[in-house]
């Protein structure tokens, strides 16, 4: 897992307003960085002068969201399904900004929609692995660092509506989402205060993963991406889906010093979506 970027100042520069109060100097590690919700988040977080080690199975895509954001972001491959790799993503925070003061466990995979009935036992390693085993790394990762240095910090897990409710043929996605549910709960029960461990859970989220989902759940529910998607949009109150930009801006929220009696909670953003 080597370091793939570092800008040479490793002070955070505050580019746009600062708004949320105690995310200035942060060290914060956001995983599922190189895309979507994660990168976004990385961005926020910097604009509010966090610094941030923006981690992804895809070390180009990480490192090309490190390189835009500059000063005060390093990026790295990693793998979050290996011990190693949440490990690593640890690992360089405190080399390159000396500590941990969060850990956002973001990356996630959606696997293919299919019915049970039609069950993929390679989906649901793949889904698991990540989503779930991926979550545990991290919050062990991040745990065994935020206790050694003993003054507090936070973990937050994006999970997603789909933490809290069924729906046709995300069984496993669905499934894998309640686990990390049951996690966050656990372990917001576990840690000593100051430690605060919440969950972020998006409805729907203009992202790559979502253009896959609109397929498979097409396929499976035997209609086409198009129809799929006018469906899920006229499903949400807001008529439509969540940018990654309003996902990242409720997870600098929740990190930052705004939420401090904020702990063991599933924020849900669902533009009125509700499980
Ligand atoms: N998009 C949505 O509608 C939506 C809704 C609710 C929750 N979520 C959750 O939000 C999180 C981010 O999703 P997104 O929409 O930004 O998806 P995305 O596919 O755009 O981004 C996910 C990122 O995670 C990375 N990743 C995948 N496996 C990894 C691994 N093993 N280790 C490290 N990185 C890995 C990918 O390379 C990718 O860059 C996921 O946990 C997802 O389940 C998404």
Redesign the pocket.
């Known amino acids: 897992m080597a370091l793939l970027y570092r800008n040479s100042c490793k002070s955070s520069t505050t580019k746009g307003i600062t708004v949320l109060k105690g995310l200035e100097g942060k060290s914060i590690v956001v ?2 960085a ?5 990168a976004a988040t990385c961005r926020r977080l910097a604009a509010e002068g966090a610094r941030v080690v923006a ?4 070390g180009a ?1 990480a490192e090309a969201v490190a390189k835009e954001i500059g000063a005060g972001a390093v990026s790295l491959a ?4 290996s011990p190693d ?1 949440a490990a690593a993503c640890v690992a360089a925070a405190v080399d390159a900004f000396g500590r941990l003061d969060a850990f956002h466990a ?5 696997g293919r929609a299919h019915l049970v009935a039609e069950f993929d036992l390679a989906v649901y390693e793949q889904v698991f692995a ?2 779930v085993r ?1 979550a545990f790394l991290s919050a062990h990762a991040a745990l065994t660092q935020l206790l050694a240095q003993g003054d507090g910090g936070g973990i937050l897990f ?5 933490s809290l409710m069924g729906s046709p043929s995300t069984s496993v996605y669905n499934a894998s ?1 309640h686990a990390v549910h049951g996690l966050v709960r656990s372990l917001a029960k576990e840690v000593p205060p100051g430690i605060r461990v919440n969950a972020l859970a ?4 203009d ?4 253009r896959s989902l609109e397929e498979s759940m097409g396929t499976a529910g035997g209609t086409d991406a198009t129809t799929l998607k006018a469906g899920l949009e006229a499903a949400v109150p807001m008529k439509r889906y969540a940018s ?1 930009e309003e996902i990242a801006a409720t997870a600098a929220w929740i990190l930052s010093d705004e939420v401090p009696y904020v702990h063991g909670e599933t924020i849900t953003v669902g533009g009125g979506l509700t499980p």
């Open positions: 995983t599922g190189g895309a979507g919700i994660g981690a992804d199975i895809d895509a990693a793998d979050v399904s790799g973001n990356a996630g995979v959606e990540v989503n991926g994006t999970t997603s509506l789909a989402k998006p409805g729907v989220v992202t790559r993963m979502m990654a």
